[in-house]
């Protein structure tokens, strides 16, 4: 073995007539790369599961690119549209829909909310039907002879209803008054969904495209917009601009991220300062580590005495505190990922951590390890830990054998 890392080994597993307090700052100095090496993995777990599941969401229930109308006119003639549009590469789903604003009412409870109509043969692009608690993914015609229509949670407790309770829908253009009635649908609810972003979840319902063009006073092949599904999500900004450079006025496109673009950007900011905030921890204790190599300079210097005596030169001494201190970080390195893996365990199986569902639209915090970020971790707390111990290294290098020797004298 060689001999630097002998020695070094022996004084970094100490020995009984090794100091209490030596021993309690070198543990002290391996549990503060620990705390810190898995507060910062945690931190980026949580961080990136938070984004994986927000943009899964958000992604999975949404249109990733939409054509509207300029000033919101219908499509009277959808079907050429989307005849033409489906034409362009890297699109896998495309349909016209009808939308909305309606009043709904189930009982004698009654709230405004965005309608949506879909060709109920095809279904939505979107992934909603994953996204239903309670009931099913019904939107065509159902045994009470009315259309089936699906709702959020939050909607669905804000009117009272549940599934099989016959909803009424009103939708008036302009003022109310003797001349301008209401146009009035009933439905029936088959499905109760919940996504846990609240502003999805309280205004929105789905159903058959057609009950919402008779409410909307639209011809068979009008429609409001066209919905887009791409084949690859990392595709959505480049068929967005395709099929805006396809599509001029009057039409208006616009894709998932300009949309949400709020959302995306808190996500954004979480990834990009939660990691520097946690990485202070981690440089903080690679620089304790000075105080405690110097601790350990100061217990052993008859022992540097006694290595420069036999003919140690000042590289070795200097490589042997270096080495120490690296044990000492490669230590409490193993530590901290152990914690950290330990806790995506405990996380994933038992969801130690819940959250409120309405601030942080999920109700347990979400892990997803990323293996660049072990890596990554790992280099650094190494490279800083090394940085911290030389220092102190130099200093034993330093140390005149003779008047070590006749410490304490």
């Not at 109920?120 to 229509?149: K, W």
């Not at 280099?379 to 800083?384: A, E, H, Q």
């Amino acid at each position: 073995m060689n001999f630097t890392w002998y020695i070094a080994g022996r004084y970094f597993k100490g020995s009984k007539r090794e100091s209490g307090f030596l021993s309690f700052i070198k543990i002290m100095a391996v549990a503060g790369v620990a705390v810190g090496s898995a507060g910062l993995l945690i931190s980026l777990m949580i961080v990136h599961g938070f984004k994986s599941t927000i943009n899964e969401k958000i992604v999975g229930f949404a249109p990733h690119v939409t054509i509207n109308t300029f000033m919101n006119e219908p499509m009277h003639r959808a079907d050429t549209l989307q005849t033409f549009v489906g034409e362009i590469p890297g699109i896998e789903r495309l349909q016209a829909v009808a939308a909305g604003q309606v009043m709904i009412q189930a009982g004698g409870e009654v709230s405004g909310t965005a309608i949506k109509g879909v060709p109920h043969e095809e279904g939505d692009v979107t992934n909603l039907r994953d996204y239903i608690t309670r009931g099913e993914y019904n939107i065509g015609m159902t045994e009470s002879g009315r259309p089936g229509i699906i709702i959020g949670s939050t909607l669905a407790q804000i009117i009272g209803a549940d599934v099989g309770d016959r909803l009424t829908v009103y939708a008036l253009d302009g003022l109310p008054s003797p001349l301008n009635t209401p146009e009035i649908r009933q439905f029936t609810l088959t499905g109760i969904y919940q996504t846990g972003i609240t502003r999805f979840d309280d205004n929105f319902a789905l159903t058959d495209i057609e009950p919402v063009r008779r409410l909307f006073d639209l011809d068979e092949r009008a429609a409001t917009a066209l919905e887009i599904n791409v084949s690859d999500i990392g595709d959505i900004r480049s068929v967005y601009a395709n099929v805006r450079d396809e599509t001029r006025f009057p039409y208006v496109t616009d894709n998932i991220y300009q949309r949400y673009r709020n959302i995306f950007a808190w996500v954004d900011l979480q990834e990009e300062t939660i990691p520097f905030v946690i990485g202070v921890m981690i440089i903080v204790a690679a620089f304790n580590l000075i105080g405690t190599v110097l601790m350990m300079v100061l217990e052993r210097v008859r022992d540097i005495g006694i290595l420069k005596t036999i003919g140690a030169k000042s590289k070795t001494i200097r490589r042997i505190f270096l080495m120490e201190g690296i044990f000492v970080a490669v230590s409490g390195l193993l530590i901290g990922i152990g914690i950290a893996l330990l806790f995506y365990w405990l996380q994933l199986n038992y969801q130690i951590i819940p959250l409120p569902e309405e601030n942080y639209y999920m109700d347990t915090a979400p892990v997803e390890p990323h293996g660049l970020d072990f890596v990554i971790v790992a280099g650094v707390t190494i490279f800083l830990c090394t940085l911290a111990s030389w220092l102190p290294a130099r200093i034993a290098a330093k140390t005149d054998p003779v008047k070590v020797l006749s410490f304490g004298k």
